[in-house]
Structures are given as C-alpha cells and as structure tokens.
T-cell receptor
Framework: AQKVTQAQTEISVVEKEDVTLDCVYETRDTTYYLFWYKQPPSGELVFLIRRNSFDEQNEISGRYSWNFQKSTSSFNFTITASQVVDSAVYFCALRASSGGSYIPTFGRGTSLIVHP | ETGVTQSPTHLIKTRGQQVTLRCSSQSGHNTVSWYQQALGQGPQFIFQYYREEENGRGNFPPRFSGLQFPNYSSELNVNALELDDSALYLC??????????????FGPGTRLTVL
C-alpha cells in the first residue's frame, strides 16, 4: 500500500524567512513518481514539480528547491525568502505501480502562512 | 491553451438525491481523473478515464460512477447522496495514454454540500 505523510499541519513564518515542508512516503514499488502541488484559497491545485524514483537529482526553480532522498523516503520542499503570495496549502503526492494502475496518493497537506 | 474547467462551481443537494458534475479537460489531454477532497484533507482519488474507459479506481463505492466523452470531457455521477459526500470535487486532466503517471492539471473544483 502507498502512503504519504506530511507531518507538519501548519507552518507560520514571517516574510523573507526560509521554510521547508516535509514529505515522507511509503511504497514497495521500485518505480514511482512524486509530486508537489500548491492549493491557494481559490481551491485549484497548481502543479509545482514531478520527480521520478530513478532520478535523485535535486532541483532548484527560482525560490523553490526540492530534496529527494530515497534512503530516507523523503521528498522535501524548501521555499527561500518566503513571500506572502506563498501562503497556501501544499500537498505532496505519490503515484506508484499498485498493480499497474498508478493510483495517486496525496498527503494531508501543510498549510503555510507567510506574514508580512 | 484552455485549462481545465468544471461546472457547476457550487451545488447544494439533499441526502438521497443524485448529482452530476462536469469537467472539460485541458486542450490536447485525453485522460481525466476525479478526486474528492473533504475539508482539511488531501484529495482522494475516485477514478480515472482514458479514451472513454475507466482504467483506475480508488476506494469508492459503485454509487460513484463516471463517463468520458469522445471530446475527452467527463462527468462524475453520485447516486444516493450521503452527508459525508459533502466535499470539493476536483477534476484533473493529463496527456498520454493509459495508466500513466503524466502530470495532472487540476480544475477549480465543484463544492458539493449535502444537507
């Protein structure tokens, strides 16, 4: 069975602080895919990144960076110099084989509040 | 490029009724997935359609059913509504075939309230 754990329910920071959102996943499959989505108050999930299980290379995109470590089954997301517009709920998701159907599993989300 | 659209935006039903939610996929996408997101929770996968066939289903009862049309738009039907069906229903489309892991792009959702 697949599982995604986002242990941080809510994080509150002041603008310009760096913040890391944790994601720990569980799967028995050797091939799987990890995602991060942002959900602003409007409700629409916005795709941020996708990472394949065979590619452990970390990635940086502007103020966003992702640290994928298979040894600890973690896929953490860091926002550098946070801004008020970063306030949203962030979801980590896993798609693993599960008999070939790649059923997606989402974590419960981390609510990030960035204060001016 | 047109994004994923959903209708209606909000809906109020009473227990026992039936509801149909609609989704238009992003241009060029042939796969549609539906999710249920209860308040304060992550999205829960309901099912996925590819070329008008269901090709993946989550842990939802048969009263949740769907359709995909030749233009790749989709409907989610829920029969015998229960109070716990109150949630945000999200549609996501992706490009590519079958049970793939292509990136999904989400619509704004339909907020269903069951009284």
């Amino acid at each position: 069975a697949q599982k995604v754990t986002q242990a941080q329910t809510e994080i509150s920071v002041v603008e310009k602080e760096d913040v890391t959102l944790d994601c720990v996943y569980e799967t028995r499959d050797t091939t799987y895919y990890l995602f991060w989505y942002k959900q602003p108050p409007s409700g629409e999930l916005v795709f941020l990144i996708r990472r394949n299980s065979f590619d452990e290379q970390n990635e940086i995109s502007g103020r966003y960076s992702w640290n994928f470590q298979k040894s600890t089954s973690s896929f953490n997301f860091t926002i550098t110099a946070s801004q008020v517009v970063d306030s949203a709920v962030y979801f980590c998701a896993l798609r693993a084989s599960s008999g070939g159907s790649y059923i997606p599993t989402f974590g419960r989300g981390t609510s990030l509040i960035v204060h001016p | 490029e047109t994004g994923v659209t959903q209708s209606p935006t909000h809906l109020i039903k009473t227990r026992g009724q039936q509801v149909t939610l609609r989704c238009s996929s992003q241009s060029g996408h042939n796969t549609v997935s539906w999710y249920q997101q209860a308040l304060g929770q992550g999205p829960q996968f309901i099912f996925q359609y590819y070329r008008e066939e269901e090709n993946g289903r989550g842990n939802f009862p048969p009263r949740f059913s769907g359709l995909q049309f030749p233009n790749y738009s989709s409907e989610l039907n829920v029969n015998a509504l229960e109070l716990d069906d109150s949630a945000l229903y999200l549609c996501a489309s992706s490009q590519g075939g079958g049970p793939r892991t292509d990136t999904q792009y989400f619509g704004p959702g339909t907020r269903l309230t069951v009284l």
